[in-house]
């Protein structure tokens, strides 16, 4: 989207669209006398009689009324304005973003005026909308052959305010940074599976890397046999198509220390193997590299952003197949590590493609961790569809983390892991480890396992299994892979830069 920065006046807007925030008493903002003298003097009635309304995320589409030169106002409700946050304003963004995409707006005017209180500034609303918009405007490309018609894209935008313009127009564009890697991370979700595999995921990284001059590296089948990589390596046994375990490298200071390491699941889908899902559990299950796209995504705000911190990307790739020679119950594996695995339970792949993830990381020189996974359906039994789990090993770490998480909106709640539950792990006639100890805790022990491999490194384990997909349109955006973790991932690398 193209951006300009204008003083407000309401005679020049030239736009498909006007938008104007609502809040309770409006005729307290700056200038809305003059909107009110320029668009209609019969706006203060249309509120009383609830023609146009305060209430959040209400959205209101009004014609031009007279000379105007946009052609519609967009009105969007914001509530008590006191009570106003950044993570509301988004949520008011992405209402507008959706009206906006099914009315075929190209360009759009936002008066930035009516979105402000003591703590927001026109900064705020200016990154908030770019987000919004973008998040709200975003549909994946399908392969239905039904229609020709091409999607309207939201070309321009115009911020009404008299704040910095260089400012104004430098947060817009993080906004809409944000909301592209969210948006990219959400496609590569919502493909199919015999579309993106795990081949096809090292190519987008590539494509990565070279727009962004990452260092890449990706091993395959022969150069993970060589350095015994035989947790990942088992779990690809009863597939076709080779793994990839690919390695992205941002290199933001001079030295290559003080590293964040960034692990991702690429499970590319997943039957569960020899412990098979029954048939309504298998749908879905292309989304099960979630935790890799969230990775991805972050990596594209790095590399847009340049943070001074060096970052170093992880991800496990390969479907979980059946086959003749696939892996099953009772097999005992060694991992890059050198832990040896008594396999109880094939469909618990995850932790182990993160076992050999998070060695590999740390053996390349990462000095801090964080695992992305779509790892148990634990997690939702424990808290739902709408929040992402977590572990850690360390407490300033993961406080440092939280502080990103609430900067970006995305909720995390923290799980305990025991000395009992790391014993658990630990128990195995035949080997150090098995990978599953029971049903109960099950988020405890999916991501405890993964924890039995990052030593004393400063550590965090996040389950988005519920978050990673909604099963319906959602304040953040449409039906289906929602990129949560982007944000907060690439939020907490420019927070550890500051």
Same mark, same amino acid.
């Given at each position: 989207?193209?951006?300009?920065?204008?003083?407000?006046?309401?005679? /020049?807007?030239?736009?498909?669209?006007?938008?104007?925030?609502? +809040?309770?008493?409006?005729?307290?903002?700056?200038?809305?006398?003059?909107?009110?003298?320029?668009?209609?003097?019969?706006?203060? @009635?249309?509120?009383?009689?609830?023609?146009?309304?305060?209430?959040?995320?209400?959205? *209101?589409?009004?014609?031009?009324?007279?000379?105007?030169?946009?052609?519609?106002?967009?009105?969007?409700?914001?509530?008590?304005?006191?009570?106003?946050?950044?993570?509301?304003?988004?949520?008011?963004?992405?209402?507008?973003?959706?009206?906006?995409?099914?009315?075929?707006?190209?360009?759009?005017?936002?008066?930035?005026? +009516?979105?402000?209180?003591? /703590?927001?500034?026109?900064?705020? *609303?200016?990154?908030?909308?770019?987000?919004?918009?973008?998040?709200?405007?975003?549909?994946?490309?399908?392969?239905?052959?039904?229609? =020709?018609?091409?999607?309207?894209?939201?070309?321009?935008?115009?911020?009404?305010?008299?704040?910095?313009?260089?400012?104004?127009?430098?947060?817009?564009?993080?906004? /809409?940074?944000?909301?592209?890697?969210? =948006?990219?991370?959400?496609?590569?979700?919502?493909?199919?599976?015999?579309?993106?595999?795990?081949?096809?995921?090292?190519?987008?990284?590539?494509?990565?890397?070279?727009?962004?001059?990452?260092?890449?590296?990706?091993?395959?089948?022969?150069?993970?046999?060589? /350095?015994?990589?035989?947790?990942?390596?088992?779990?690809n046994k009863g597939s076709v198509e080779p793994p990839q375990l690919i390695v992205l490298k941002y290199t933001g200071t001079d030295q290559w220390e003080d590293v964040v390491g960034l692990v991702g699941k690429g499970i590319t889908y997943d039957t569960g193997g020899y412990s098979i899902k029954p048939k309504d559990g298998m749908v879905g299950m292309k989304g099960d590299m979630g935790g890799a796209a969230a990775v991805l995504g972050a990596m594209e705000i790095i590399g847009e952003t340049?943070?001074?911190? =060096?970052?170093?990307?992880?991800?496990?790739?390969?479907? =979980?197949?059946?086959?003749?020679?696939?892996?099953?119950?009772?097999?005992?594996?060694?991992?890059?590590?050198?832990?040896?695995?008594? *396999?109880?339970?094939?469909?618990?792949?995850?932790?182990?493609?993160?076992?050999?993830?998070?060695?590999?990381?740390?053996?390349?020189?990462?000095?801090?961790?964080?695992?992305?996974?779509?790892?148990?359906?634990?997690?939702?039994?424990?808290?739902?569809?709408?929040?992402?789990?977590?572990?850690?090993?360390?407490?300033?770490?993961?406080?440092? $983390?939280?502080?990103?998480?609430?900067?970006? &909106?995305?909720?995390?709640?923290?799980? +305990?892991?025991?000395?009992?539950?790391?014993?658990?792990?630990?128990?195995?006639?035949?080997?150090?480890?098995? @990978?599953?100890?029971?049903?109960?805790?099950?988020?405890? $022990?999916? &991501?405890?396992?993964?924890?039995? $491999?990052?030593?004393?490194?400063?550590?965090?384990?996040?389950?988005?299994?519920?978050?990673?997909?909604?099963?319906?349109?959602?304040?953040?955006? +449409?039906?289906?892979?929602?990129?949560?973790?982007?944000?907060?991932?690439?939020?907490?690398?420019?927070?550890?830069?500051?």
């Open positions: 989207m193209k951006i300009t920065i204008t003083e407000t006046n309401f005679e /020049q807007v030239e736009a498909d669209v006007l938008v104007v925030g609502v +809040p309770e008493h409006p005729e307290n903002t700056d200038g809305w006398n003059e909107f009110v003298t320029s668009y209609s003097d019969r706006l203060p @009635n249309w509120l009383k009689t609830g023609d146009v309304q305060t209430a959040f995320k209400k959205v *209101v589409k009004m014609p031009a009324l007279g000379e105007q030169k946009y052609n519609r106002v967009l009105f969007i409700g914001l509530g008590a304005r006191k009570e106003l946050t950044e993570a509301l304003l988004r949520e008011a963004f992405v209402a507008v973003g959706q009206a906006l995409a099914t009315s075929k707006t190209t360009s759009v005017a936002i008066w930035t005026a +009516p979105f402000t209180n003591e /703590q927001l500034t026109c900064d705020d *609303v200016a990154f908030t909308a770019a987000e919004g918009l973008g998040l709200g405007g975003y549909k994946f490309e399908d392969y239905k052959t039904t229609s =020709n018609e091409r999607d309207v894209v939201l070309e321009a935008v115009t911020l009404l305010s008299s704040a910095d313009k260089d400012e104004l127009k430098a947060a817009f564009e993080i906004g /809409q940074v944000h909301a592209h890697a969210v =948006n990219e991370a959400r496609t590569l979700v919502n493909m199919p599976p015999n579309i993106l595999t795990a081949t096809e995921m090292a190519k987008y990284a590539r494509q990565l890397a070279e727009k962004y001059d990452f260092e890449i590296e990706v091993l395959g089948k022969k150069e993970m046999e060589e /350095q015994g990589m035989g947790a990942i390596l088992a779990v340049r943070p001074a911190k =060096n970052v170093i990307a992880v991800i496990a790739s390969t479907d =979980n197949m059946i086959s003749g020679e696939a892996f099953k119950p009772d097999d005992v594996i060694t991992s890059l590590s050198g832990k040896t695995i008594e *396999v109880l339970n094939t469909d618990a792949e995850g932790r182990l493609v993160l076992a050999d993830a998070v060695t590999y990381a740390l053996r390349s020189g990462a000095d801090y961790l964080v695992d992305v996974a779509t790892l148990t359906g634990g997690v939702i039994v424990a808290l739902g569809n709408d929040k992402t789990g977590a572990l850690t090993n360390d407490e300033a770490f993961f406080e440092e $983390f939280m502080y990103a998480a609430a900067e970006t &909106g995305e909720f995390v709640w923290r799980l +305990p892991l025991t000395e009992n539950d790391k014993k658990r792990l630990r128990k195995s006639d035949v080997a150090d480890l098995n @990978n599953s100890p029971g049903r109960d805790g099950h988020m405890i $022990f999916g &991501g405890g396992f993964v924890g039995e $491999f990052v030593g004393d490194t400063p550590w965090v384990h996040l389950d988005i299994a519920g978050t990673s997909e909604a099963s319906a349109a959602h304040d953040l955006g +449409p039906k289906g892979a929602t990129g949560v973790m982007v944000r907060t991932l690439a939020t907490l690398v420019e927070r550890m830069a500051e």
